[in-house]
Every structure is written in structure tokens, then in C-alpha cells.
């Protein structure tokens, strides 16, 4: 990314060619695709559109939508997302790219798959591996490998899940692309729970725990963050120096004309430079008042995004261990090392149950929503811990689900907490909750 932001600057600096320029934004749309940040990747793959429509580069172009439509799945905006992909997919087949045309079927497959339309998921992703192996480019077949593993093992069959799984793990290593490592470690500990060899299941699930840390890290993804910020902020100082010397060059021409009037009328020349200086001066500050603004709104911006991620890996992290955790205590029952499965089962109580992943937390969300705790307790002073840790997950309106999962109780359970909640509140049966909490 810092490479990228330098090499765009320059560019810029030097007034560069638009289709080189178009190739900065193109690269670093592809980080912010990497790191989940889909609506700035496609901010930047819309800039580099609109050159290459310019520029008429039809290979370009179609790249870029396919970029796009990748970013709009991963959203969830999945008919969007296909029609980009169909409007590609002919000049792909006719121009013999068939690499190209393997990774839409691929796609096409997991937007399909998300959208649990399995069958459909299936057959585009035969359609993938089936050009993939013929044309042999060695990264799709992992690809298209991988997601059929995780198709496997939605419908429940572990054992082919596994093959696929163990297969695109062995290209993943062999091609060094360990980012994608991750997922296929994943996939292997879920197939392995499925087929009850939990043992298995839980050291596949710590490697891909270490390697997700390892390469996805917060600190990695903020440094990225913040040199985004950095860049924008370079931006726009850069076109407030051109504004204040348009308006100084204006100030001047002003100031010239009103010193030919000085032997006239002295005293209104006087007022009038004053009554400038003045206004300049107050310009001048709204000015610098709105950029200091909008950084702030780009900073809670961030810190949101920040938020909403830690909570959402929270939540995941806690289902995945509380299903672990319930196979596990299935097979105890009926096997002669309960005692070690027990100790596992302590191990992940103490990793759900872990204060310092809702401290961690808190953190994040003191930081967005500054006053909003210490609002709650000066209204409802006497409401507890607990209900206070709820009214923040409802703040940031997660699903129930969601906040099951990080509160480590059932769905049911969110229920009647957020009866009791209402009780206290002294909410009846016409007000909402959720609004309530929101207005705070």
C-alpha cells in the first residue's frame, strides 16, 4: 500500500499518463479488496474504469468489472455482482481467455454457494476446474478446489470436503500463496468435526488461527488504514494551497484596483482593507475548521469499520468454538478419555469466557461512541454490567445471532435479556428498544 501511495504521488507530481495513473488505482484497489475494505477497493476501481472507458481498453475494462463484482459478492450484493460477470463472460469466450473465463465460473459458483443454491454452486464450479486443469494455471485449481471443499462440507459430505481441502492446501503451499492457507486450514477443521475426529479438528483450527494472525494482524490493517487517510489528507491540503493561491492572487488584483481609488477616498480604502482582512481571516478559519472536520469523520469512519470488524470476528470465533465445544462434550460421554476431552472443553471455556476479549472490545467501542456508557448510567444508574454490555451491542445493531455469540448465551437467552432490559427501562409494549438505545 505505501509503495503504491508514493508511486501515485509521483505520478500525479509529474502529471504521468492516465493509463499509468489508472494502474495506481487499479493496485491499490486491490489491497482494500484485500484487507475487506470493498467500498473504497471500488471507489478506486471506478477511478480506473472511467480512464480505460476513455481509453477504449477493453481488456482492461473488463478486469475491472470483474474486480468490482467480486468486491459487490462479498457485500452480499450478489445480483449485482452476476450481472457484471455475465456482461463480461462473452468477450472472455471470445477472445479464448480461458483462465478469465475459469475464475467467472469460479465466482459465479461461490455467489451461488452463499446464496445456498448449491446445486447451481456445483455446476459452475466444475465448469471452472474443468478449464482450470485443461489450461493449467496451477493458483485456480487451488482456487476453485478449495471452494468446492467448503461446498462439500455445507452439504454435509466431510469426506470429499476433505480431499478437495487437503489438495488445495498442498498447491497453496506449493505456490507459496499462504494467505490463502487460511481458509483451507479452516475448512479442513470443519470437515474433520464432521466427521468426528475432534482431535484432528481442533489442531487444524489453532494453525489456522496462528496463521490468520500472523498475516491478517490489526496492526497490519491499520498501518494500511492510516496511510489511505495520510494520502487523502496530502490530497486535499494540496487543493486547499491552490484555493488560498487563487484566492491571494484575487486579494492582489483586488488590492491594486482599491490603491488606485487611494487618492480619492483614503478613509473608504482603509475600512475596506480591514473588512478584507477580516473576511479572509474568518475564510481562512472555516476552512481549516472543515478539513479538521472532515478528518474526524474519517477517523470515526475507520474506528466504525474497526468496530464492527472486532465484533463480527468476536462473534465468529466464539460459534465456531461453541460448536467445537458441544461435539465435544457429545463424544466425552461415550469415551474412555473424558478427561482429556474435558481439558480441551476447559481450554475453550477459558477462551470464550476470556474478560479481556470484552475489555478489547470496549475499548473499540469507547472510541466511537464516546458518551454513550457514561449516558446510560446518568439515565438508568441502576442497571448492571450486563445490561450494559447488551445495550452496546444493540447500539451497533448486531443480530441477535451476533450478539448471542458474543455473550455466550443461546438466542433465547438474548431474548429475555432484552425483556428484563425493557422492564427496567420501563418501556411499554409501543416503544422500541432498539431506537431507544440508538437516540442515546
Known amino acids: 500500500m505505501e509503495v503504491h501511495l508514493n508511486s501515485l504521488k509521483l505520478k500525479e507530481k509529474i502529471g504521468d499518463t492516465e493509463e499509468s495513473i489508472a494502474a495506481s488505482y487499479w493496485n491499490i484497489g486491490n489491497i482494500h479488496g484485500d484487507i475487506e475494505n470493498y467500498e473504497i477497493s471500488n471507489e478506486y476501481y471506478n477511478k480506473a474504469k472511467v480512464i480505460y472507458e476513455e ?9 475491472i468489472k470483474v474486480n468490482m463484482a467480486i468486491n459487490l459478492q462479498n457485500q452480499f450484493q450478489f445480483e449485482k455482482s452476476k450481472s457484471l460477470f455475465l456482461e463480461v463472460e462473452p468477450y472472455y469466450i471470445e477472445q479464448n481467455y ?18 445456498d443454491s448449491l446445486d447451481l454452486a456445483e455446476y459452475y464450479y466444475n465448469k471452472s476446474l ?16 478449495r471452494h468446492l471443499g467448503e461446498l462439500y462440507n455445507k452439504k454435509g459430505n466431510y469426506r470429499k470436503a476433505l480431499q478437495y481441502m487437503e489438495d488445495a492446501l498442498q498447491i497453496a503451499e506449493t505456490t507459496g500463496t499462504r494467505k490463502k492457507m487460511i481458509g483451507d486450514l479452516l475448512e479442513i477443521s470443519k470437515a474433520y468435526a464432521g466427521l468426528g475426529r475432534f482431535k484432528k479438528a481442533y489442531e487444524y ?7 490468520h494472525e500472523e498475516i491478517l494482524n490489526k496492526e497490519n490493517i491499520e498501518r494500511m488504514n492510516e496511510l489511505e487517510v495520510q494520502y ?44 478584507i482582512t477580516i473576511i479572509y481571516g474568518l475564510r481562512q478559519k472555516m476552512k481549516r475548521n472543515k478539513v479538521e472536520r472532515e478528518k474526524l469523520d474519517k477517523d470515526l469512519g475507520f474506528k466504525e469499520k474497526e ?52 475489555e478489547q472490545f470496549r475499548s473499540y467501542f469507547e472510541d466511537v461512541h464516546k458518551d454513550f456508557n457514561s449516558k446510560v448510567m446518568r439515565y438508568y444508574p441502576d442497571l448492571s454490567n450486563n445490561d450494559l454490555r447488551l445495550m452496546s451491542l444493540l447500539k451497533m445493531n448486531l443480530s441477535s445471532k451476533e450478539i448471542a455469540n458474543i455473550l455466550n448465551i443461546s438466542v433465547e437467552g438474548v431474548k429475555k435479556a432484552r425483556y428484563r432490559l425493557r422492564k427496567k427501562l420501563n418501556l411499554n409494549t409501543e416503544e422500541s428498544l432498539q431506537e431507544l438505545v440508538i437516540e442515546l
Do not use: C, M, P
Not at 481509453?55 to 478486469?63: E, P, Q, V, Y
Not at 493458483?139 to 476453485?144: E, F, N, P, V
Not at 484555493?243 to 475596506?272: D, H, P, V
Not at 460421554?333 to 477459558?350: E, V
Open 55 to 63: 481509453l477504449k481498453d477493453i481488456d482492461a475494462l473488463a478486469s
Open 98 to 115: 480461458n483462465n478469465d473465463l475459469a475464475g467467472i465460473y469460479d465466482n459465479l459458483g461461490w455467489g451461488y454457494a452463499q446464496q
Open 130 to 145: 474443468d478449464i482450470s486443469v485443461q489450461y493449467g494455471e496451477t493458483s485456480l485449481i487451488g482456487l476453485t478446489l
Open 205 to 211: 483450527h489453532i494453525e489456522y488461527h496462528k496463521l
Open 232 to 275: 487523502q489528507t496530502e490530497k486535499k491540503e494540496k487543493e486547499l494551497i491552490i484555493k488560498q493561491n487563487e484566492i491571494k492572487l484575487l486579494e492582489e488584483r483586488k488590492q491594486k484596483a482599491e490603491t488606485e481609488k487611494l487618492f480619492l477616498i483614503i478613509s473608504l480604502i482603509g475600512a475596506t482593507a480591514l473588512a
Open 307 to 358: 468496530l464492527t470488524t472486532h465484533a463480527l470476528h468476536l462473534a465468529h470465533k466464539n460459534e465456531v468454538l461453541l460448536d467445537l465445544k458441544s461435539q465435544l462434550e457429545e463424544l466425552k460421554t461415550d469415551s474412555k478419555n473424558a478427561r482429556q476431552y474435558q481439558k480441551i472443553i476447559n481450554n475453550i471455556n477459558l477462551d470464550i469466557n476470556n474478560d479481556s476479549n470484552w
